[in-house]
């Protein structure tokens, strides 16, 4: 069974920078594309980045492009999303996502999701 955990959300102050961990076990992570996710408090899902299995192709939201980070290790089987800049409206709950297929921007490509990571930008 393929279980993923996210890590590493919390507390933020505006401007703020903050690194999310999601740690994969049951399957074969460098097989898998993998993605980040997050959903605010009364809205839809909301993709973020997506990385394929190599890490060769990231591609990202228009809304953090440039101020988020994707990457993986596969060696220790973790995806991380580095998010700098934060602002109150990147308060979410925040998804790692892996993919048996390609990599993709669109949630129902996924197979796995993890229960979450809640971060709060805040001063």
């Known amino acids: 069974q393929v279980q993923l955990v996210e890590s590493g959300g919390g507390l933020v102050q505006p401007g703020g920078t903050l690194t999310l961990s999601c740690t994969v076990s049951?399957?074969?992570?460098?097989?898998?594309?993998m993605g980040w996710f997050r959903q605010a408090p009364g809205k839809e899902r909301e993709f973020l980045a997506t990385?394929?299995?190599?890490?060769?192709?990231?591609h990202y939201a228009d809304s953090v492009k440039g101020r988020f980070a994707i990457s993986r290790d596969n060696e220790k089987s973790t995806l991380y999303l580095r998010m700098n800049i934060l602002q109150p409206s990147d308060t979410a709950v925040y998804y790692c996502a892996a993919s048996r297929g390609d990599h993709s921007s669109n949630w129902d490509d996924y197979n796995y999701w993890g229960q979450g990571t809640r971060v709060t930008v805040s001063s």
């Open positions: 049951g399957g074969i992570f460098s097989s898998y594309a």
């Open positions: 990385i394929s299995w190599s890490s060769y192709v990231t």
